[in-house]
């Protein structure tokens, strides 16, 4: 591995000279702003051997620095292979524009590959280099070049039409909603984010692991006179060729996925108007259209966040089936940890998790890596137990499973805290904060107000909290995500969070799940998804 | 009255003619921003014969117009004079600026007392007549020239010195906290608005009812290397003339009221910074400064709003003593109304619960006109008694007591609801309102938070509505203001309501005040004032 991990190194940096580049700066991320990404786009596992969700890497003629978060220092130091060095992602040490900064003189150039990075983040990125002097070009992944024909293909798995007895609504009704949000503002509208495109064409797929997309760019015509509206729809024609009669039903032209560049850049040139979403659209997309685009944020988003009664029947069914399977898995648990010699860590409870979820027939999967943990492990936030090492199984200390499951019918993810009292019971203070979480999710899923007040998760997330603040403990985490229906676990517009002010209307789902984590003894989350 | 009426305004528009405007506009304002006016400022009362707290008039050659809102509209009605038409102060009736700008044509002039008028917002104002080719002109009050003699004199009466059993902290000390915050930012701080001024000289006076302030501006050095911290206070002198010895200890030089605004001009002449809240200071003298201004907001007012624990200690002591007061009149009330011939109404009720509060050698008068309603008056939020034709009591109808009272250790803003259950009880539904209101004001006033947290008004009002939200009912006000320490009782810059992100800070102090309210017939409040 180290002579591999140099010779790389090497091989970017040959590619770095090639193109007069003092510096290459490399993102987790894909070109659709997806929080999962596929094994094709995992660049920084296979050129630095981190294989964690949250990095980004900068590579100098003489350097290579890896950045990431608390959550995986310790995995980081083990797996960055030789010529490479981690640093911490926390707001008193140095971030990697400021290390480019100190690495790169004036006139010099930092290659970055614009398709990693989102276009209004790349504007401000950009203009702190532009401040300095320094120039930022936009590049081909200088790590796709290296890793070649090793590079895993993008997948070519199958797209499946998803019935209206789970979506609720036809796409051809989908189209007229959206064009009636855009009201005659653009020519077109571009979308870029996987999930909403799904949402649109009542499409599922599999290309990225627990999210149901697939690889694809959509421009959606709003139509004129006519009013008929369509669709060009870019991806990997063998991905939807058993879906020839039902996209044409609903006017889809499909071309090929990397055709979106040059069919842009003809848009620019054309007098049309095309809306996109500058906080999603990839730098590079937006360097071809950025003198014709209309800022259009979160249009189909926003479309998708509220769940029309079918999403909302089906969310609820998913999830009374989806507590069943966890009711079974923690009765399981109860009288399995009894047996001295019952083999269960924290990885296989999750492995029997997903086990006893794959039995309901909807069921397609898990929809995220669950959290497994005992004791001081279930303090640990974000952890998700190892294959091997995983902390055995035990009824003396608390155990907490975060979890969900991907159904044709929905999505579920939710939070259950349990102590066995075996030897031991819980203590009175862990019987007070798990009373306390527990009166804040009872608080928040109960609450009521007047349809006619924009209320918004900034306005309620106190609920979640008041009952810890009342004894000076608090979450250090946001109260709830929005879910999506047989989608992404983690969606937007809305959430409950302080921050955040969006109006929440009928059929927003969102999960409820405050917490309470003792660092170095014990943790407790109880989360529901509840709806609006 | 009729023809003064009519002469009045013919002295208006000679006034205007002489100074070529089209039109002459007015505010329900004075010239430091106050919510309360004194008698020399209720220009629109003597130039319309109208005397609500909140007007606007608009004259033009042959128009006369008074803008006002719904808790006003039968009393402007009858109160307007010959010549004068009454304007809705309403989201869908015409604002005065779109009557001005229908009425006056490009390159006419508007003329406006810029005295009334904070900079800020007359700036946006300007704006929109630029637009419009309209030019808006600095005049004096034209109200003041036609009002001549009969116009009440400024207040001549004496400021008082408030002790530091009081006051809790010396007024050099103040002075320091003032030039830590501004931290050299400044040569010096303009102070315009009036209960910052008496908080910062430890004064008190009685120039507008209900608020313990006097008419003055101030200028605040900061001093330079010496440290030295002086003041100059614009105030008739002979208001002061008994403080000689006090002022000079805290190094404020006295001048004129009037010579603010030449001060300012020199000011602007040289090279010194002073700073100046332009949501307060009015325009008029902004006109001079506005070159040489840096913005400072709310610097007094938010040192100010965070009361020491001298203070803190004041309210408490001021509101038992006050609830007290309450309780002697409530139970007064239940014997006399049980009498046929008891002869009390909503006005002599009040007057009575004002006496008893005076009974306390510290009360100053009352802090606010109390409303004192009974039956489907108190669903009128904003109801003050009449002194002539007020509602008799009785205990049939749910009773509705918003009073407060000036203590020289605090003030007070209190509200209680009762029924006396004569021949009749409450209602089913009126004991329901009355619980669930009830349970708004305790949850709010024992929220616990992190002191870690920028926790704001915003973020904790629905603990207020949350209870009455859940049956379908809300209350169409805000759920609580900032309370001054034997100052106003609405100050800032904190207040309890969606749209308030002030961080709450120890010694902030806030009414707690939701109700339920149901026109025509009943109306209900809970109010204390709870401190951080």
Same mark, same amino acid.
């Given at each position: 591995m180290v002579e591999q991990g140099n010779a790389k190194l090497s091989a970017i940096r040959a590619e770095m000279a090639s193109r007069d580049l003092e510096c290459f700066v490399c993102f987790h991320m894909d070109a659709h702003n997806s929080e999962y990404i596929a094994p094709c786009d995992e660049r920084i596992a296979y050129i630095s051997g981190f294989d964690g969700s949250n990095g980004i890497v900068v590579v100098t003629k003489d350097d290579a620095r890896m950045w990431t978060d608390g959550r995986y220092y310790l995995s980081a130091e083990k797996q960055l292979e030789e010529g490479w060095k981690m640093m911490k992602w926390e707001a008193t040490e140095q971030t990697w524009f400021a290390f480019v900064d100190a690495q790169v003189e004036k006139g010099q150039k930092v290659g970055i590959d614009?398709?990693?990075?989102?276009a209004k983040s790349m504007k401000t990125r950009t203009e702190f280099f532009k401040k300095k002097d320094i120039e930022v070009v936009s590049v081909p992944n200088l790590v796709d070049l290296v890793w070649g024909a090793e590079r895993p293909v993008r997948s070519e798995g199958k797209v499946q039409l998803l019935a209206k007895e789970y979506t609720g609504q036809d796409t051809l009704d989908k189209y007229e909603t959206v064009a009636k949000k855009l009201d005659g503002s653009v020519d077109a509208l571009l979308v870029t984010t996987l999930d909403d495109i799904a949402w649109l064409l009542n499409l599922r797929g599999n290309d990225i692991e627990y999210n149901p997309v697939f690889f694809s760019y959509l421009i959606f015509y709003p139509g004129k006179?006519? #009013? #008929?509206h369509s669709v060009t729809l870019y991806i990997s024609a063998g991905k939807v060729s058993d879906l020839k009669d039902y996209l044409e039903s609903v006017n889809v032209t499909v071309v090929p996925y990397e055709q979106i560049a040059e069919d842009l850049v003809n848009f620019a040139e054309s007098d049309l108007k095309i809306g996109a979403d500058v906080d999603q659209l990839n730098a590079e997309l937006h360097r071809h259209i950025k003198d014709v685009i209309v800022e259009k944020s979160s249009i189909v988003e926003t479309i998708k966040a509220a769940k029309n009664t079918t999403e909302q029947a089906g969310m609820r069914a998913c999830n009374v089936r989806d507590c069943a399977a966890i009711m079974k898995y923690f009765a399981f648990l109860e009288e399995e940890l #009894? #047996?001295?010699? !019952?083999? @269960?860590?924290e990885y296989s409870g999750a492995m029997k998790m997903n086990h006893l979820r794959s039995l309901d027939p909807l069921n397609r999967g898990p929809s995220f890596e669950s959290i497994s943990s005992i004791g001081a492990n279930a303090? &640990? &936030? !974000?952890y998700a137990p190892p294959k091997e090492g995983a902390e055995k199984l035990n009824n003396d200390e608390i155990y907490l499973l975060d979890s969900g499951g991907q159904y044709l019918d929905g999505t579920t993810d939710i939070t259950r805290t349990a102590h066995f009292s075996g030897s031991k019971a819980p203590t009175a203070f862990q019987k007070e904060a798990y009373t306390r979480v527990l009166l804040g999710v009872l608080d928040l899923e109960r609450i009521v107000w007047p349809s006619t007040s924009a209320i918004s998760g900034a306005d309620m997330d106190i609920l979640a909290r008041r009952h810890l603040w009342a004894v000076g403990l608090d979450f250090k985490h946001g109260t709830g995500h929005g879910v999506g229906?047989? @989608?992404?676990v983690h969606e937007g517009p809305q959430n409950i969070s302080r921050y955040n002010k969006v109006k929440l209307v009928e059929g927003h789902c969102v999960s409820d799940e405050p917490g309470y984590y003792k660092d170095g003894e014990f943790g407790i989350r109880i989360e529901n998804v509840i709806m609006v």
């Open positions: 614009f398709t990693q990075y989102p006179e006519d #009013k #008929k #009894k #047996k001295p010699d !019952h083999g @269960l860590d303090a &640990i &936030i !974000h229906s047989y @989608l992404n």
